[in-house]
């Protein structure tokens, strides 16, 4: 597999040109991740603050029963 490289410089740059598509496409892909993992938390923080704002009767409720 070594004679490849050394025949033809052409097989290099190919080469280099598809590694550095794929690292591309992989950095690519981890930011897409890292930023749908903080809307997610956004999202569950926004949710978690619209329920405790909606419904403070039942977070005082709660002590209430636990004492019965």
Same mark, same amino acid.
């Given at each position: ?7 033809? @410089? ?19 892909? @981890? /930011?897409? /991740? ?6 997610? /938390? ?14 403070? @009767? ?5 002590? @209430?029963?636990?004492?019965?």
């Amino acid at each position: 597999m070594n004679f490849l490289p050394t025949y033809n @410089s052409t097989f290099q740059v190919i080469a280099t040109f598809v590694i550095f598509i794929v690292g591309d496409l992989a950095l690519f892909l @981890s /930011i897409m /991740i890292c930023l749908l993992l903080a809307h997610f /938390i956004l999202e569950t923080g926004r949710v978690a603050r619209m329920h405790l704002l909606v419904t403070p @009767s039942l977070a005082v409720q709660v002590p @209430s029963l636990a004492r019965k």
